[in-house]
């Protein structure tokens, strides 16, 4: 976390020599604080305070790389408790778990499936990041050969999963030329797998057992011990894993490490966090919940046990949910989309310019095969009923779009279907349109393919 | 040796206020018990930095009538109860409902309008059926909200009812009835944090005591939204934490509609092969929308599967440390 001006004055000479353009090394240092002048601009300011202000400036969670060669997934550099403080930016990576006990023709079958799976969302190609790989066999070569087979199947980023350095190393020789993430460093084998980490230069995760019955804290100090010790054999990316499993102790525990490095700016614990949402559940739909919560509040890296379309779909849905950014409204341009090569005499709808209802309209009616006209008005980003509530879809606004997009040109009647959920303003409407024709469609886009085949010009 | 780790604990000066629904008969109502919600002294379930006295309560959703427009899914679920709000309401206690809430639609069957006297005989059979607290919900439609809630209102006199909708159009009326025959009301606004504390200050101002005002953000359903009223329902209640008064009421919402009515759990043909088995993903539609919105700070929940009513109540029973 940035220091304050006050924080950098003191680590400045305090001479007040003016040589920097500033009248004070006070006023400097709240231009630095400020992000508006370079340290560079201090003739005098010492080789540690250099240091200090560099460590400060440093992101409060370190952003951690995981890299297949098809694929890259960022997490990490967070900068909120809550998104609408400002928003979350790195999406938290979604694995499929597989473990080397598998047949490897079997393996390999999992791992397409999975990583074949692709969603549309609102435009978007929605997809899992990659595959955790655990050496459940406990023997290096079988978990290299899995590993292998896994590469085979897919070019997106692996994490290893393996308790014994000596079997890890068979890992992560098979997944050379990758940067995969490392599972897990635990208090008895964390020199060695910090040495393999080094030399692969892949980050390393850490684990510590949860201590029953505590508030987190005292675990949170052997973890924070832990990564220090790591740090200090040289491995700098690090991922976090409390130990903890169930929903209430993973939103605590993840609550409090994400407060520890944002509002304590404490290095330590300054590290993105992995969960496993199938170990704390006792079937898929208490994974999901689980996974959801993981998502939303402050998980990294979350790897799942199952890999059930209807689930990941939920899953994706969600994290794309969580990671807009509240500052941005997606939005589509408003005007006129055509929608299966319309003609003059197909239906014209009206909707609004909010992305998630466009495409709910636009793809009921692209669905049923038949020709529309889409009218979308401008109404600042929000859906239907918001806008109407806010007056940013009301028959004024509903009328301009109709009269300056040029609509009337382009089709024989004089019909606007309108949203079933402003039904009110039909009166209002036909005021403002004279001569036109306003009817009332449903509430809901699911059930336009039903009212379309009863339409008629 | 452990590195010290001092965990920042906030300290609120803020709580959430308590709403007790129903009323037992030493209390002028019929109800074999009350339900109270609110009391939160922090942010959901951070149980190390204050109190969470009442969990977050399942309110099921059921109809005057059966709806024409719920989900072929939601239909199989119930089956034949849906053909009487009494059956209906008995069945939804069973499945593990810890409230009511008695939906009128607008029209009866073959499209004439539902009457004062039709939602009053509901109310009645609902009451007679259950001995939950029940919520009742117009139609949403200005005129006949109030036409309907007036009637429940006298109807169900001293039983600390909720009504609904109360929203910036029509609350006078709904206060109104609240007033005069002891019941609640459901404070609806449109995900917007000055709009939610705006109305309640209105609310309040006719003299109907905080005790008994819930608030309603409204929200959306996953994939639809969900993170507007997600983050209006975080912002409400950090300012309730914060000691603002009139955004402390517990809050309400309805994931059973929200997301009921989207595609994804309402139809299981025309829909992309990626998005998996339709009853997988209907009732994790449910499921996941209604645990999202009791993680960021919900009270009550509305919701209408039965299999996701029992997913979130065993999911709140473990977040409340049970």
């Not at chain 1, 341009?333 to 909707?351: A, C, F, H, R, W």
């Amino acid at each position: 976390m940035a220091l304050t001006g006050l924080q950098i004055y003191k680590l400045l000479p305090r001479t007040n020599c003016k040589e920097c353009g500033y009248p004070t090394c006070l006023a400097f240092a709240m231009k630095l604080a400020a992000k508006q002048a370079e340290l560079a601009a201090c003739p005098y300011v010492s080789e540690e305070a250099k240091a200090q202000l560099a460590a400060a400036a440093a992101p409060p969670i370190r952003l951690v790389t995981v890299e297949g060669p098809g694929h890259k997934v960022e997490v990490g550099n967070e900068t909120v408790l809550f998104r609408h403080e400002k928003t979350f930016y790195h999406k938290a990576g979604l694995f499929i778990r597989v473990r080397d006990t598998m047949p490897l023709d079997e393996l390999k079958a999992a791992v397409q499936a999975a990583m074949g799976f692709g969603v549309d969302y609102v435009g978007m190609d929605l997809f899992l990041d990659g595959i955790a790989v655990e050496a459940a066999s406990g023997v290096g070569q079988t978990f290299q050969s899995a590993v292998q087979a896994v590469r085979e199947a897919t070019d997106r980023p692996l994490i290893l999963i393996a308790d014994a350095p000596a079997v890890m190393e068979a890992g992560v020789k098979a997944a050379e030329d990758t940067r995969p993430l490392l599972y897990a460093a635990t208090p008895d084998n964390w020199e060695a797998m910090a040495a393999l980490a080094k030399e692969a230069q892949a980050p390393l995760a850490v684990r510590t057992p949860p201590l029953p019955g505590e508030d987190g804290g005292g675990s949170l100090g052997d973890l924070a011990e832990m990564t220090e010790q790591i740090k200090g054999k040289g491995v700098q990316d690090m991922v976090l894993d409390p130990g903890v499993r169930d929903p209430i102790g993973t939103l605590v525990t993840l609550t409090q490490l994400r407060r520890l490095a944002l509002k304590k700016n404490f290095r330590p614990l300054g590290y993105p966090i992995i969960t496993f949402p199938g170990e704390g559940a006792t079937d898929q739909i208490d994974e999901d919940m689980l996974a959801s919560q993981h998502i939303a509040k402050y998980g990294g890296f979350v790897v799942l046990d199952h890999f059930t379309p209807a689930s990941i779909y939920a899953l994706l849905v969600l994290r794309e949910n969580i990671y807009t950014n509240p500052q941005e409204p997606i939005q589509v341009q408003p005007g006129i989309y055509e929608i299966n090569e319309p003609k003059p005499d197909s239906p014209l709808m009206v909707t609004t310019n909010f992305s998630i209802t466009y495409f709910s309209v636009a793809n009921e009616v692209d669905g049923s095969g038949m020709p529309g006209w889409l009218l979308v008005a401008d109404a600042e980003g929000m859906s239907v009923l918001t806008a109407w509530a806010a007056g940013k879809f009301d028959a004024e606004r509903i009328a301009k779009s109709v009269k300056t997009t040029g609509i009337e040109g382009k089709i024989s009647h004089h019909k606007l279907i309108i949203p079933g959920h402003v039904a009110v303003l039909m009166g209002e409407l036909e005021e403002e349109l004279p001569g036109w024709e306003i009817q009332v469609g449903p509430r809901e886009a699911v059930d336009l393919t039903g009212f379309l085949k009863l339409w008629h010009p | 040796m452990a590195v010290p780790v001092e965990i920042p604990v906030e300290k609120w000066m803020g709580k959430v206020r308590e709403v007790t629904l129903g009323a037992v008969p030493d209390e002028g109502g019929t109800r074999s018990h009350t339900v109270t919600v609110g009391g939160e002294t922090m942010l959901p379930f951070l149980h190390f930095e204050g109190e969470i006295p009442n969990p977050p309560r399942i309110a099921i959703e059921i109809a005057n009538r059966r709806p024409d427009d719920w989900s072929p899914l939601l239909m199989e679920a119930w089956g034949d109860v849906m053909d009487d709000p009494a059956t209906w309401a008995k069945a939804a206690e069973e499945a593990g409902a810890d409230l009511i809430l008695l939906q009128l639609i607008l029209t009866k069957d073959g499209n004439e309008p539902t009457t004062a006297s039709d939602a009053s005989a509901a109310t009645r059979a609902v009451l007679e059926a259950t001995g939950l607290p029940i919520l009742v919900f117009g139609p949403g439609q200005v005129d006949a909200d109030n036409e309907l809630l007036v009637a429940v209102a006298e109807e169900a006199v001293g039983e600390r009812v909720v009504l609904g909708i109360c929203e910036e159009k029509n609350y006078r009326t709904i206060v109104a009835a609240a007033l005069a025959h002891a019941h609640l009301v459901n404070s609806r606004t449109p995900m917007d944090v000055n709009l939610a504390k705006q109305l309640v200050i209105l609310i309040s101002d006719m003299g109907l005591p905080l005790e008994r005002v819930l608030m309603d953000p409204t929200t959306a359903g996953l994939g639809y939204g969900i993170e507007y009223g997600y983050s209006v329902m975080e912002r409400l209640r950090i300012a309730a934490l914060q000691g603002d008064t009139m955004t402390q009421q517990p809050m309400l919402v309805t994931p059973g509609y929200e997301a009921w009515r989207q595609k994804e759990a309402k139809v299981g043909e025309g829909v992309p092969e990626a998005w998996g088995d339709w009853r997988e993903r209907a009732v994790l539609w449910e499921t996941m929308t209604a645990t999202a919105l009791v993680e960021s700070g919900a009270d009550i929940l509305v919701m209408r599967h039965p299999e996701a009513v029992k997913r979130v109540k065993a999911f709140i029973e473990e977040l409340m440390g049970k």
